[in-house]
Structures are given as C-alpha cells and as structure tokens.
C-alpha cells in the first residue's frame, strides 16, 4: 500500500469515525444501557441482526429490546424471551425464524447464568484456547449449536457480525466503539466483511474480484487478508479501517 492510499484511509476513518456515526447505526444500542451486562446482551443481540437495509435493522433490535424492561441481560438470563419468541418456523427477521431467535437466547441464558457477563464467558473460553489460533469470533460461534442459523458455522466464513460485535467491545478511544474488553488486544481484531468494505476495498484494489468478474466473497481468508492491508495504514489498530471502508461505501 503506497502512503498515498495510507493517508486516505486516514483520513476517511476520521471523517467517518465520529458520535454523529452511531445515530443510524446499530451501535447506536450500545448506549442505552449502563450495566455491562446490558450493554453487552443488547450489542450481541443488535450484531447478530446487522444485515439487510439498516432501517429493518434498528426495527427488529427495538422489537426484542423494548420487550425487555430495561434489562435486556435480567430478561435473557430469566427465560423470558420464550414469550416473544415462541417456538414457530414463521419468520422473525428474513431467513431468520422464531425458533432460531429462541435458540440464540437460550444458549445467552445458559451463558448469563454462568457468569455474569458475556464477556466474562467468552473470556474464559479465549484463555482456554489461546494457543490454539483459532481467532476469538469462531471460538464464541463455536459455542452455539449449528441448528442456531444466525451465528456462523462455516470455518471458512467471515463472521461479518461477530466482528462487528468485537470491534464493539474491544476498540478504545473511540466515540463509537466501547473497549470494555481489555483483555484482547484490538490489534487481533479483524475487519467485518460488510458488502460496503468490500466493494470499497476492491476501489481501493485492497482486494481484487475473482476471474469471472465478481466481487470478491466474505471469507476468512479475505477477512485476514484485508485486515493485514489495513495494517499497513493502521498498525496500532488496523480494524479502525472499518470505519474508512464501510464509511464511504455506505455515503457513496
């Protein structure tokens, strides 16, 4: 990457790396609640519902959230979501039924009753496999059974939306992202394969399309692959890329 296109991609995440950037954005959820759990419960919730036009987005996380008086952690690690989400192949969110929301929620609640947080879990599980260089979003879709649809279980996906999540938890100093997870470095982070940072990447022949002509796939390859470009302009925090790519695809 030549300093010229390092100085872009600056300069583009500190456009778009701003407060004003969560007020259309699913992160925008991160700022409802004070307790860590709730924060915590409410982002996995709204991450894993980051797909399609954002407007159904913001729409579908509402309907859970406000069923949830204020404690989205209390109503998850309580069972209550079994009264929303009732046991139905009818869909909730697109591709995504009532059963396969109810799965999510029960796996949260046998997490939630475990510890405290989701983030003291997904600590434990990290710790236990630190050598095994599997990175930390297979390691937490691992711990959700293959029926759960909405969480990845390919090992060859990119896991678009257990990335967003950790760059949610993990990234500090930002006016957007939270860092509430100082246990994993932000530097092991990788880049959410999101439609806009790919097609944006390939603008910026940070990826290429494949023979036939077609954008390049969300893959784990390409996710790490994109991830070390970044590097290059970001070497302290190469996910803040995120904000540069998805910025100017979606403003486009």
């Known amino acids: ?22 007020s259309k954005d699913p992160s925008c959820f991160l700022y409802r ?19 399609g036009r954002r407007d159904q987005i913001l729409k579908h996380v509402e309907l859970i959230l406000e069923q949830t008086d204020g404690s989205p952690a209390q109503w998850i690690r309580d069972g209550k979501y079994k009264s929303f989400f009732a046991q139905s192949e009818k869909s909730f969110y697109r591709m995504f039924s009532f059963n396969t929301m109810r799965l999510l929620c029960d796996r949260m609640s046998e997490i939630l009753k475990k ?3 989701l983030g003291d879990y997904f600590r434990s599980v990290y710790k236990l496999n630190a050598d ?40 500090d100093n930002s006016p957007v992202d939270l860092g509430l997870w100082q246990w994993y470095k932000k530097t092991d982070l990788l880049i959410p394969m999101d439609t806009h940072v790919i097609q944006t990447a390939v603008q910026f022949n940070l990826l290429e399309k494949t023979a036939s002509g077609k954008m390049p796939a969300p893959t784990m390859k390409n996710a790490i692959n994109l991830t070390e470009m970044l590097r290059e302009a970001f070497p302290d925090d190469p ?8 910025g100017l695809g979606v403003n486009s």
């Open 115 to 117: 510890e405290n947080t």
């Open 239 to 246: 996910v803040r890329g995120d904000f540069a790519l998805f």
């Open 33 to 51: 609640y004070e307790k860590t759990d709730d924060v915590e419960t409410a982002a996995f919730i709204a991450a894993n519902l980051s797909f």
């Open 132 to 171: 095994s260089g599997i990175h930390l979003s297979t390691l937490i879709a691992n711990e959700f059974c293959k029926d759960c649809s909405i969480i990845p279980h390919g090992k060859d996906s990119a896991n678009k939306r257990l990335n967003m999540f950790l760059r949610w938890m993990v990234r």
């Open 1 to 22: 990457m030549d300093s010229k296109l390092c100085e872009t991609l600056r300069t583009l995440a500190d456009k778009y790396e701003t407060r004003d950037f969560i």
